[in-house]
């Protein structure tokens, strides 16, 4: 089956307009053509390493916090079986 040629040229054009970007938005946010992919693995190396730095701080104060209050239990029941003791003393 044969298209015309006016057609032809209309889905072309339209096609070609819709491909073209307005001036300024060429590169979308997240291409990166001019960086080197030395450079990326750096990025990625840091954004990794801060995490897991993050991440060990955070680990590190919720077991300091978690011991304290482990070391705080201990000592309130160690005073409570000094009660108990003392009492059973009296009683007998």
């Not at 073209?20 to 990625?44: A, N, W």
């Not at 300091?64 to 003393?89: G, M, P, Y």
Request: net charge positive.
């Amino acid at each position: 089956m044969m298209v015309p040629a006016a057609t032809a040229n209309a889905r072309d054009s339209r096609s070609r307009t819709a491909r073209t970007l307005p001036p300024g938005t060429e590169k979308s946010m997240c291409s990166m053509p001019d960086v080197s992919i030395r450079l990326r693995f750096y990025i990625v190396l840091v954004c990794v390493s801060s995490s897991l730095l993050v991440l060990g701080v955070w680990g590190w104060a919720s077991s300091a916090q978690a011991n304290r209050s482990a070391a705080q239990i201990f000592t309130r029941s160690n005073a409570v079986a000094a009660d108990i003791a003392s009492l059973r003393e009296s009683l007998s």
